[in-house]
């Protein structure tokens, strides 16, 4: 079955730019989805459609797919942005989603 | 505004069969292009998709888990439903309903994306 491979954990200084990847065999040839978990609540879409914001999510927020990889990008971050982040395809194949193992960001 | 809440036992024995129950306000669930979801999460790890529906009888399962699943729609309160059998301590997770739904002029599959999610519940597998 297909897999999603994402790093465990990300740190960045405030006000730098986080990058976390999500790798997969010809990702770029799917739709990629990003969410974010908060500690204790529940995960919240933050990109959709590989690089698309739902309304409320801030601009710092961007997303790439190309290749084998995917990849969120936060710019400025900031402490709040400290969480549990998420992607997932559709595997056509098997035809079910599959998410990420997680990355955690932590702002340092 | 759109809100999912799960409700169901916290406790289920070994071997039995865990059954949740999401309501749905704000939006109906015979929606056209929604689909209504399961996710569950163990303690202290990542989240794994369960399985959706949609009110045209559409259904998708997790292959690892498509034996022991049912899910189904309760149009006249609004709610949609998880029965998971055989439960072991494996299934001790907690488990989120959200409403899938497709941003591009044709819906595939593949472009649907859980973008309403509940609360969340913890469900236990304890004798």
């Known amino acids: 079955s297909y897999v999603l491979t994402q790093p465990p954990s990300v740190s960045v200084a405030p006000g730098q730019t986080a990058k976390i990847t999500c790798g997969g065999n010809?990702?770029?040839?799917?739709?990629v989805y990003w969410y974010q978990q908060m500690p204790g609540q529940a995960p919240v879409l933050v990109i959709f459609?590989?690089?698309d914001r739902p309304s409320g999510i801030p601009e710092r927020f961007s997303g790439s797919n190309s290749g084998n990889t995917a990849t969120l990008t936060i710019s400025r971050v900031e402490a709040v942005d400290e969480a549990d982040y998420y992607c997932?395809?559709?595997?056509?194949?098997?035809?079910?989603?599959?998410f990420g193992g997680g990355t955690k960001l932590t702002v340092l | 505004q759109l809100q999912l809440q799960e409700s169901g036992p916290g406790l289920v024995k070994p071997s039995e069969t865990l059954s949740l129950t999401c309501t749905v306000s704000?939006?109906?669930?015979?929606?056209?292009?929604?689909?209504w979801g399961w996710i569950r999460q163990p303690p202290g790890k990542g989240l794994e998709w369960i399985g959706t529906?949609?009110?045209?009888?559409?259904?998708y399962f997790n292959p690892s888990l498509k034996t022991r699943v049912t899910m189904s729609l309760d149009t006249s309160k609004n709610q949609f439903s998880l029965k998971l059998t055989s439960v072991t301590a494996a299934d001790t997770a907690v488990y989120y309903c959200?409403?899938?739904?497709?941003?591009?002029?044709?819906?595939?599959?593949?472009?649907?994306?859980?973008?309403?999610w509940g609360k969340g519940t913890t469900v236990t597998v304890s004798s």
């Open positions: 997932h395809v559709w595997d056509s194949s098997s035809d079910y989603v599959i």
């Open positions: 459609d590989d690089r």
């Open positions: 010809n990702i770029g040839s799917k739709s």
């Open positions: 959200a409403r899938e739904s497709c941003s591009a002029t044709t819906c595939y599959r593949w472009y649907y994306h859980m973008d309403v």
């Open positions: 529906t949609s009110y045209g009888g559409t259904t």
């Open positions: 704000g939006d109906s669930i015979t929606t056209t292009y929604y689909f």
